[in-house]
């Protein structure tokens, strides 16, 4: 998925927040942010679809990273990187083995 949106300038207020993202396909989709956090200097965010709530309560998330398009606006992206993407989804697992039952989306 190649998510891209508008981010806040403020970053602690996503959290909780609900979102509209754009898939390659153009179709939209509600997105819940449900942790962020900065790793060596880059926001990462984890975030689940509203409209996808399994039976068994274990939710998949997206984890999307911050970054400029080329007209200096901030958007979220998908992380391409595979060490990249597998350090950032560990550091999310640990964040969330406490907190509730998730798991990340590798699509």
């Known amino acids: 998925m190649d998510e891209k949106n508008m981010i806040p300038e403020n970053e602690d207020a996503l959290q ?30 984890a975030m689940v ?15 999307l990273k911050a970054e400029k398009d080329e007209d200096g606006e901030d958007i979220l992206v998908t992380v391409d990187d595979d060490d990249e993407f597998d350090d950032v989804a560990d550091y999310f697992d640990d964040m969330f083995s406490d907190e509730a039952d998730y798991d990340v989306n590798v699509d």
């Open 16 to 45: 909780g927040e609900f979102y509209t993202l754009t898939d390659e396909d153009g179709n939209e989709l509600q997105f819940e942010v449900i942790g962020s956090a900065e790793l060596n200097g880059q926001m990462y965010y």
């Open 49 to 63: 679809p509203v409209d996808d709530q399994p039976e068994d309560g274990v939710c998949e998330y997206v984890i």
